[in-house]
């Protein structure tokens, strides 16, 4: 079975660009997360979509943006780019969210790189 | 968030036991312990998580204290492949269990 899937795997934006990274969950996974991971921090919590609603949100600015659609896939989209929005952003998928304590499925992310 | 305290980084040598320590003197009685690692240029990857007892799979043994405000990840063996970062992460089952709050993790290295 195919895992997390992320498109694209690295892009190369300019300043003030905006951006949309893609993701598709595990199939039957109803649950998808996105993270920002910059260089030598752990991944932070940016969204989480359950059945194509927002059910949590990090701290983030507004410039930051997503939604999940029917076939539960998801887009994350960044707006007016700074050179700080330089990193991994990471997709995660999971079979359910509201009380649900069990593992993430992580995607091998896309490294965006803001010049 | 509950935090979670853990070495910078850590050396043990191939097919050795590796004993990863996490200290969460902070944590409450719903929250889950997990753990994650990270390799190289990959996204993150779950390890094991558990509540109060000790835990095993095939990748490794989460042994918890007792008061639950330490825990242990076990690598029985370790290879040159589990060279990576690991997290120590408390998630919990009420209203903000949807996010995993990572930190920085500790950094294994495995000589050959």
């Known amino acids: 079975d195919a895992g997390v899937t992320q498109s694209p795997t690295h892009l190369i934006k300019t300043r003030g660009q905006h951006v949309t990274l893609r993701c598709s969950p595990i199939?039957?996974?109803?649950?998808v997360s996105w993270y920002q991971q910059v260089l030598g921090q752990g991944p932070q919590f940016i969204f989480q979509?359950?059945?194509?609603?927002?059910?949590g949100r990090g701290n983030f600015p507004d410039r930051f943006s997503a939604r999940q659609f029917p076939n539960y896939s998801s887009e994350l989209n960044v707006n007016a780019l700074l050179l700080g929005d330089s990193a991994l952003y990471l997709c995660?998928?999971?079979?359910?969210?509201?009380?649900?304590?069990?593992?993430?499925?992580f995607g091998e992310g896309s490294r965006l790189t803001v010049l | 968030d509950a935090k979670t305290t853990q070495p910078n980084s850590m050396e043990s040598n191939e097919e050795e036991p590796v004993h990863l320590p996490c200290n969460h003197s902070t944590i409450s009685g719903t929250d889950y312990i997990h753990w994650y690692r990270q390799l190289p240029s990959q996204g993150p990857e779950y390890v094991i998580h558990g509540l109060t007892s000790n835990v095993n799979n095939r990748m490794a043994s989460l042994a918890i204290a007792e008061d639950r405000k330490s825990s242990t990840l076990i690598l029985h063996r370790a290879t040159l492949r589990d060279a990576a970062v690991y997290y120590c992460?408390?998630?919990?089952?009420?209203?903000?269990?949807?996010?995993?709050?990572f930190g920085k993790g500790t950094l294994l290295t495995v000589n050959p």
């Open positions: 979509y359950y059945e194509k609603e927002e059910r």
């Open positions: 199939s039957g996974h109803k649950s």
């Open positions: 995660a998928s999971s079979f359910a969210a509201e009380e649900y304590t069990g593992e993430l499925f």
């Open positions: 992460i408390l998630r919990g089952s009420g209203g903000s269990n949807y996010k995993l709050t």
